[in-house]
RNA sequence: GGUCCCGUGGUGCAGUUUGGAGUGCACGCCGCCCUGUCAAGGCGGAGGUCGCGGGUUCAAAUCCCGUCGGGACCGCCA
């Protein structure tokens, strides 16, 4: 129907009779006898001069045909890439009226997402969308590209798996054939692409769907991509060479500009220094060691097993009253005691209301170890290290993290996660990953002796990827070899009959020759909006749900009619309903 | 499971603190005028269950309770 894009047309396409196809985007009728339409695509928007008498109104489908012409002079627009020219002469043909649209058209201001939702159809024409949505093409490509290019081969997974009862909450579907029976779909291809090692696959990846029946957020939906991958014969350092490469390769392809090399630090450090496993290392504010300046201390709330601070520069000029006491609550309601804070005043002198409890080389001390100057204000968490490391991480973040977009692209490789996230009241320790990681090759002793709290020291290989504090993704050395297998499986508490019945297929598998492999995989969606500049992953997704799981477009989730449910074997409970 | 914020013509907001007539702004919409605009301009007009329910009050958009919807976060997401 076309012969150019609207927003392709330049000052070299002068004289060229064109015919363009899009949406009305504004227009300015002076009178029947002239009228400027703007007509908008994907590429962009294009002058149209009109000189007949016309009802084309905002958001009608239009054709256009007409002679590429410079703009009168000094009538050139600059805002646009096509200000230079117009096309005049038009002949015009409406392909579709439209009512008016519910929302304005222009992005001026925003519009409530629940109404952007319902008519996603037309939220999607606006620049925005357009550009999310190829950026997110791009990323998918790239990363294509580079798994290919690294020898990678895409297998495609079934959707209809078999419920595991580790993990996140399945998405679960009732089984027509086998009633009483369920399909669960995949929170991720884990175990497959792990059979797919013992399959002699080598190197297996796929942008992959994942489901999870979990609470949504401003980075989590129901259903969201990962590049899934995994390798044969390799170690931590090749996943993370191959990674890399994707990583790098999609975030040029966006930005133009190639990430350095990625940095690594161990979990550890993260947790120390940042109270996070996933920090945001794109500002300092980090968490600074107190504990041993109140080892002999007068103050109550400091006599604890861990005591740091971060400094806030300026904050107390910033920060009044009622943001401190807001602050206070914040913590509180994240777990915290409370929270100590002290003003920096001249020569380090402190103010705030714990100093009276304080000997005066705590209070000086402490100021020199927060390198705090006058106008700064210090914040203090003390209680078990666990608690102060996350309370902290959560303040440092409330305060100083940076809008979405600033402060550019910290990718990070966070290694060496512990093996246990903590000891269940049984006594058992509960993994942190899943019971196939790797344990790390120099703690592999300690594994044999551990007790108690001793499992919490022991290290895996598993890594995460994170992006301005935004975990992309994971991945670990798998465990390949029986006898860790079933050492892990002893101290999980998971004996040979519910190993079987839980892992009873992947475990079948290692028995006819595994190699050692290792994988990783990474949220698409996260590493599109991050590349966009949002802060949401709704804003890179074409059709996402609200946070409470609904589409205000289909309005799923619905209920389903008796027959139907009848035809499933399913009742629905009287409490239910 | 929990904390916090929002809900006012089609859209975005002000009004809610301190109760007093659906009061206001911008955009959009409809009609008329207008031959160089580009967020066109001028004149006129239509459009409201102040999310819903209950309570307090002579009187509720405003105060109280509940509920629904949306959003941010904690828990959860091996």
Redesign the pocket.
Known sequence: MRTHYCGELRSSDLGAEVTVCGWV????????????I?LRDHSGIV?C?V?EKL?L??EYVAMITGTV?T??E????D??AT?EI?I?DCSVHVLSIAE?????M?E??????????RHRYIDLRKPRMQKNLRTRAKVNSSIRNAMERQGFVEIETPMLIAS?P????DFVVPSRLHPTNFYALP??P??FKQLCMVGGIDRYYQIARCL?D???????QFEFMQLDMEASFVDQDDIITFVSEAIKDSAETVTGIRPGEIPTMTWQEAMERFGSDKPDTRFGMELIELTHLFEHTEAKVFKVNCVKGILYPEGAEILGRNAIDALT??CQ???AKGLAWFRVGKNRELDGALTKFMSADEISELATSMEAKEGDMIFVIADQRRVVN?ILG?LR?EIARPPVGEGGLNFLWITEFPLF?SIADSGMP????????MPHPEDLEKLETAAGEEFLEIRSQAYDLVLNGW?LGSGSVRIHNKEIQTQIFEILGINETEANEKFGFLLDAFRYGAPPHAGFAFGIDRLAALLSGE??I?EVIAF???????D?LTNAPTPLSPTHLEELGLRLSPEAT
């Open positions: 985007d504004t227009r300015r009728v002076h009178s029947e006898h002239l009228a400027f703007d002058q001069v000189d009802d109104r905002s012409r703009r009168f000094g009538k050139s627009n805002k646009l200000g117009e005049g008016p649209p519910p929302f304005p222009h001026r201001s925003e519009v409530d997402e629940t109404i952007r939702l595991t580790e993990g996140a909450r929170q991720s884990q175990i999870r979990e609470d949504l957020r401003a980075d989590r609550e914040k309601s994240w777990g996350h959560l973040l996230e509960i993994p942190a990953h899943h019971p196939f990681t975990e802060e949401n709704r996402p749900k609200t946070q409470s799981g609904s205000p």
